[in-house]
């Protein structure tokens, strides 16, 4: 009869191979619903393998960053950076008390000027605690026409329009036809966006549940339109099914 020596187990080894081996399950199930998103979600292979080798990837949080907040900001250009006609702090700062604490004649004022995707951009982040005047900016960013044609929202703008404009709708609940009209019209512009459907993966739970409420203000505004049997008052309220890209 043949005889086995059993030795001792090593429980680190073990306990190493175990690791290895959740992690690897997990991984082969957040790569396959990947997967099934980016089947309904991609039009090209590219899209379809981005979409996947990002599934590992969670949002940071808004008061999160890349960097330790010790840090003091770094010019990468020495040389060049005392000819460039960039801001100081200060200045920025200023300007952004300004926007904040005057945002009726100042915001008034620069919006006179012909704007472009650019300088809304620049004006957008000196709004950012002034919802008034985000609302502002967003329309005047739509009287020119297509603004954000061919630009890569970042994920950060695009949640902070969805939620500018779900907040707008929650100032009076009575909205009227064209405030309605004119989310949709946004809505529509910002899901037409390159990588629009990559960056609404990388979204964090609240930010989806933004998007979720307006969707359904949305919905419920469509309708009422309908029973009401009103025609829709211009060509962006004649389909909702950009919804579904949301």
């Given at each position: 009869m043949a005889n086995f020596n059993v030795g001792p187990i090593d429980l680190s080894k073990l306990e190493a191979q175990l690791r290895l081996a959740i992690e690897e399950d997990e991984k082969y199930k957040r790569e396959d619903a990947a997967k099934f998103?980016?089947?309904?979600q991609s039009k090209t292979y590219?899209?379809?393998r981005n979409i996947v080798k990002a599934s590992h990837l969670k949002p940071l949080d808004k008061h999160e960053s890349l960097c330790p907040r010790d840090m003091k900001p770094a010019?990468?250009?020495?040389?060049a950076g005392k000819n460039l006609r960039a801001p100081s702090f200060e200045r920025v700062?200023?300007?952004?008390?300004?926007?904040?604490?005057?945002t009726g004649q100042k915001l008034d004022e620069i919006l006179g000027k012909e704007l472009g995707y650019e300088k809304f951009h620049e004006l957008w982040l000196l709004c950012s605690e002034d919802l008034e005047g985000r609302l502002k900016l967003l329309e005047k960013a739509f009287?020119?026409?297509?603004?954000?044609?061919?630009?890569?929202?970042?994920?950060?703008l695009i949640s902070e329009i969805m939620g500018t404009l779900?907040?707008?709708l929650n100032q009076d609940l009575k909205n009227s036809n064209e405030a309605y009209d004119f989310v949709i019209k946004v809505m529509m512009s910002v899901c037409s966006?390159?990588?629009f459907s990559l960056h609404m993966l990388l979204l964090s739970e609240t930010e989806r549940s933004v998007i979720d409420q307006l969707k359904e203000k949305v919905k419920v505004y469509s309708v009422e339109v309908s029973e009401k049997g009103e025609a829709p008052r211009d060509d962006a309220s004649v389909s909702?099914?950009?919804?579904?890209?949301?």
């Open positions: 998103r980016a089947i309904e590219e899209e379809f010019s990468w250009n020495i040389r700062t200023s300007a952004i008390s300004t926007c904040a604490s005057d009287l020119v026409d297509k603004i954000f044609k061919g630009h890569d929202l970042s994920v950060d779900n907040e707008s966006t390159p990588r909702l099914a950009f919804l579904d890209c949301f």
